[in-house]
């Protein structure tokens, strides 16, 4: 079974800063990769995904992230850092032929002025 | 588009009290999805559809019911609310295309005392 780990609870970046989120996978062939946004008392909104391809995928306000097949990871980054950007960030995979996906337990990210 | 509805926005109910969470699509998704969401724990599947009349157990169905009589409507039943009930509940849906891409409605808050 596959299975998502995002090493970190909390991460707290300066505003202007550049950010890196975590997150590694454990499945047997290639991944469908996927970054979800939740603002407080928010559903999730997806921010970008990896299906295939260019490793390195461009999302929505921003964000990328790259797929690193041979450290199974999925990292994702933004090169300046909003207030409007502190909310939990939430990494998961999917498998080919399945209609489910299996979430991390999610990074909360807090921003400084 | 509405996208995905979710009623109630929050709830609290009496210990062996019975619910229906209700969750609508106005995107002829073919999947949906219930998550619910536990403070640090990420997203857990409750129970999936692929279609009309079709259903699926998830990670942790335990509790709960559902049933998904039309595309547009997939509610969610418990029928004796326990404590450990108590979460942030989701549904989301899919297109059978992009069977992975998942849009999340608003979530609903249940306590259960």
């Known amino acids: 079974a596959q299975s998502v780990t995002q090493p970190d609870i909390h991460i707290t970046v300066s505003e202007g800063a550049s950010l890196e989120l975590r997150c590694n996978y454990s499945?047997?062939?290639?991944?469908?990769l996927f970054w979800y946004v939740q603002s407080p008392g928010q559903g999730l909104q997806l921010l970008l995904k990896?299906?295939?391809?260019?490793?390195l995928v461009q999302g929505i306000k921003g964000f990328e992230a790259e797929f690193k097949r041979s450290q199974s990871s999925f990292n994702l980054r933004k090169p300046s850092v909003h207030w409007s950007d502190a909310a939990e960030y939430f990494c998961a995979v999917g498998t080919s032929g399945y209609s489910t996906l299996t979430f991390g337990k999610g990074t909360m990210l807090l921003v400084s002025p | 588009n509405a996208g995905v509805t979710q009623t109630p926005k929050f709830r609290i109910l009496k210990i062996g009290q019975s619910m229906t969470l209700q969750c609508a699509q106005d995107m002829n998704h073919n999947y949906m999805y219930w998550y619910r969401q536990d403070p640090g724990m990420g997203l857990k599947l409750i129970y999936y559809s692929v279609g009309a009349g079709i259903t699926d157990k998830g990670e942790v169905p335990n509790g709960y019911n559902v049933s998904r009589s039309t595309t547009e409507d997939f509610p969610l039943r418990l029928e004796l609310a326990a404590p450990s009930q108590t979460s942030v509940y989701f549904c989301?849906?899919?297109?059978?295309?992009?069977?992975?891409?998942?849009?999340f409605g608003p979530g609903t808050r249940l306590l259960v005392l």
């Open positions: 990896y299906f295939s391809g260019d490793t």
């Open positions: 499945y047997g062939a290639t991944p469908y």
């Open positions: 989301a849906s899919s297109y059978l295309g992009r069977r992975e891409t998942q849009y």
